[in-house]
C-alpha cells in the first residue's frame, strides 16, 4: 500500500513536468495537513517548487536555461480548479494569443464565472476576474478570444490592418464559429467580426 508520499509523487509525477497545481490536486489522497507536509518536503528537495501560496509546479528544465518559468495557461487552469470553473482570456493577452501585439503584457487578465483571484509571479500578475455570464457566453472559443481581443484595441485602433491580420489567422472553422457567436459581441465588434468571416462584410 502507498505511502501519502508516494500517492502525492505519483501523481505529481504522472502529469509530467509544466504541471501547474494547487492542494486541491490531492484531495483524495488524505488528510489535507498531511498533504502540506509532504509538499513542504518536495519543495525543500527541489522536486516541485513553490510559486505563491497554495500554488505550486512540477517544473520543466532546459539543458542551458535551467528551470523555466510556468506557463501562463497552467497558472491560470490551477488558479481556477481546472475543471470548476470556464476562463476567457481578456485585455493585452488575448491580443498578444492573437499575433495583434507582440508583448506579453506583466499584468495577464483571464475573465471568469469563477471567484476573482490574484497571484504575482516574479514580475508578471496573473488576475482571474469575475465577470458577467454574457462575457463568458463565448469562453474557450476563437469567438470569445476575438471580442476581448477588439474591446481592448478600442473601436478607435481597429482599422484595415488589424482586420487584415487578423483575418489571415483565422481558419474557416474560426470563422464560421464567429458567424454563430455574433449575438455575444458589442454592434461594433459584431461588425468587425462579421467582415472578418464574410470578406464581402455581408
Known amino acids: 500500500m502507498q505511502t501519502i508520499d508516494e500517492k502525492v509523487i505519483s501523481m505529481v509525477y504522472g502529469r509530467g513536468r509544466g504541471i501547474v497545481f494547487t492542494p ?71 491580443a498578444n494569443l492573437l499575433g495583434l501585439s507582440d508583448q506579453v503584457p506583466m499584468k495577464v487578465v483571464f475573465l471568469t464565472d469563477g471567484p476573482s483571484r490574484r497571484v504575482q509571479l516574479g514580475k ?33 485602433y481597429v482599422n484595415e490592418d488589424i482586420i487584415t491580420a487578423l483575418g489571415k489567422r483565422l481558419s474557416d472553422e474560426d470563422k464560421k464559429q464567429m458567424l454563430k457567436d455574433l449575438r455575444y459581441a458589442p454592434a461594433w465588434i459584431a461588425a468587425a467580426m462579421r467582415r472578418l468571416a464574410e470578406p464581402d462584410g455581408h
Not at 30 to 52: N, W
Open 124 to 156: 508578471q500578475e496573473i488576475l482571474l476576474k469575475r465577470t458577467t455570464p454574457v462575457n463568458m457566453a463565448t469562453a474557450g472559443r476563437i469567438s470569445g478570444l476575438v471580442i476581448q481581443a477588439l474591446r481592448h484595441l478600442s473601436r478607435r
Open 24 to 94: 486541491k490536486l490531492f484531495s483524495d489522497v488524505g488528510d489535507p495537513r498531511a498533504v502540506g507536509m509532504v509538499l513542504t518536503r518536495l519543495c525543500r528537495k527541489g522536486t516541485i517548487r513553490r510559486l505563491a501560496r497554495g500554488l505550486y509546479d512540477y517544473p520543466r528544465r532546459h539543458p542551458q536555461l535551467g528551470l523555466l518559468a510556468p506557463s501562463i495557461d497552467a497558472v491560470a487552469k490551477a488558479l481556477a480548479g481546472r475543471d470548476a470553473t470556464r476562463l476567457q482570456p481578456s485585455g493585452a493577452y488575448a
